[in-house]
């Protein structure tokens, strides 16, 4: 009986763990988003590199989530309406991601916060470990935090909610799958070196930060917290919108085995890019400016802006 008991017990758990990892969440991000219902805290903080006006405010949903939003476009309103992107950047950057194209075209640009109050910068691996949970609920709610957002730009009286892109950079990749695959009315969505499989992408970053033996553990580990994000689950569910993906050749925070994962998991129509480049950073003015102008001009060829 004994063992009868024990075999149930793992059978039980099994099939929790199986469901867990096949869940659809998209759901849940939704619920989380809830429905914009104020819009304040608006201020004005300068102006981008292209004399667009940079404006902080707080979107305040009816789920009781608060997202902060950096917003960087025209000062006046010449009455047309515009497409617009939300910028998706690293976790270390944040809603500072609309500052820094040098130059924008005619987009109303936006870029989110990440929900999460912990520290961002000098984590090792074990760091990370240790931080999973309160990652973990900041993860969720980051694709609800762009949900949001798209509200907010939809009701924009300057914005076409017809030409709303998400553009996902780096570590910000899977939310901006989760959030796309979400909400249908995004016109599509460009992903700039970013990747699936989150446990191939952690071993490769951080497995030099802690002994060999240990990274396919913890690497493991990571991809079942973060299973419900996992991008290559959702990303087929972006067509028939357009997507576009970017990526280096020398990227050393996402292997190349994780781009083509992302890559074949979507459906057409998708665009895939190479450069013969390293994974981009925020201060890197002319590798930044190349991945906007080919953002850029896939969106105008495919009736984006």
Not at 85 to 111: K, Q, W, Y
Not at 157 to 185: E, H, M
Not at 214 to 219: G, K, S
Request: contains cysteine.
């Amino acid at each position: 009986m004994g063992c009868l008991v024990a075999l149930a017990v793992v059978l039980v758990g099994a099939a929790g763990l199986w469901g867990y990892r096949r869940q659809d969440y998209r759901p849940l991000f939704a619920r989380e988003a809830g429905e914009l219902v104020a819009v304040r805290d608006s201020t004005g903080i300068g102006y981008g590199p292209d004399g667009k006006l940079v404006t902080d405010v707080t979107l305040v949903s009816d789920s009781g989530l608060e997202v902060l939003l950096r917003v960087r476009a025209a000062e006046r309103s010449d009455g047309e309406l515009r497409p617009a992107i939300i910028l998706m950047g690293g976790f270390r950057t944040g809603r500072r991601a609309a500052e820094i194209p040098p130059e924008t075209g005619d987009l109303v640009v936006a870029s989110v916060e990440y929900p999460y109050h912990g520290p961002r910068r000098g984590l090792s691996g074990w760091d990370w470990v240790r931080r999973v949970p309160a990652l973990r609920e900041a993860a969720f709610e980051t694709p609800a935090a762009l949900l949001l957002a798209t509200q907010y730009l939809y009701a924009r009286q300057d914005v076409d909610p017809s030409r709303v892109t998400i553009v996902g950079v780096s570590l910000g990749v899977p939310f901006t799958v989760a959030a796309v695959a979400t909400d249908r009315r995004v016109s599509g969505i460009a992903l700039l070196h970013g990747g699936g499989d989150i446990s191939t992408i952690f071993a490769h970053a951080y497995g030099d930060r802690m002994p060999a033996r240990l990274v396919p553990v913890v690497a493991t580990l990571v991809e079942w917290a973060m299973a419900p994000l996992e991008p290559t689950r959702y990303v087929e569910a972006i067509a028939p919108r357009p997507l576009l993906m970017v990526n280096a050749t020398g990227d050393a925070l996402i292997p190349h085995e994780s781009v083509v994962a992302l890559y074949d998991a979507a459906r057409e129509p998708k665009r895939l890019v190479w450069f013969d480049s390293a994974h981009v950073a925020r201060n890197e003015t002319e590798a930044i400016a190349e991945l906007m102008g080919v953002t850029l001009q896939w969106m105008e060829i495919s009736g984006l802006r």
